[in-house]
């Protein structure tokens, strides 16, 4: 009953946009986020947005370039990524947590997982 669905992922060049979306079912969700994991790296944290209020925050290194969005009609909720650098190649994993942190940086914040999809960003 819960999914979680990434989409949106491609190959783009450097300095080019992507949007992401996952669409996630199942729960009421208390807040949702965006990790990604390059090949021999931890799963890091991205961006988040608490779902209810919509107040967000985002990684340092993605800060002035990504934004995290939700659509509560579809149950979907985005990552707008604009000025890509090759550095951001990684798997991007949807995230949904139905529990209350003041900090949702740690992925042990969150219940559930999608499968992920695949950014690729060439120079």
């Known amino acids: 009953q819960v999914q979680l669905v990434e989409s949106g992922g491609g190959l783009v060049q450097a300095g080019g946009s992507l949007r992401l979306s996952c669409a996630a079912s199942?729960?009421?969700?208390?807040?949702m986020g965006w990790f990604r994991q390059a090949p021999g790296k931890e799963r890091e944290f991205v961006a988040a947005?608490?779902?209810?209020?919509?107040?967000?925050f985002s990684a340092d290194s993605v800060k002035d370039r990504f934004t995290i969005s939700r659509d509560h009609g579809t149950n979907t909720v985005y990552l707008q990524m604009n000025s890509l650098k090759p550095e951001d190649t990684a798997v991007y994993y949807c995230?949904?947590?139905?529990?209350?942190?003041?900090?949702?940086?740690?992925?042990?914040?969150?219940?559930?997982w999608g499968q992920g999809t695949q950014v690729t960003v060439v120079s």
């Open positions: 199942g729960r009421t969700w208390e807040s």
């Open positions: 995230a949904g947590s139905t529990h209350y942190y003041s900090d949702l940086r740690d992925r042990a914040d969150y219940d559930y």
């Open positions: 947005e608490r779902w209810r209020f919509g107040s967000t």
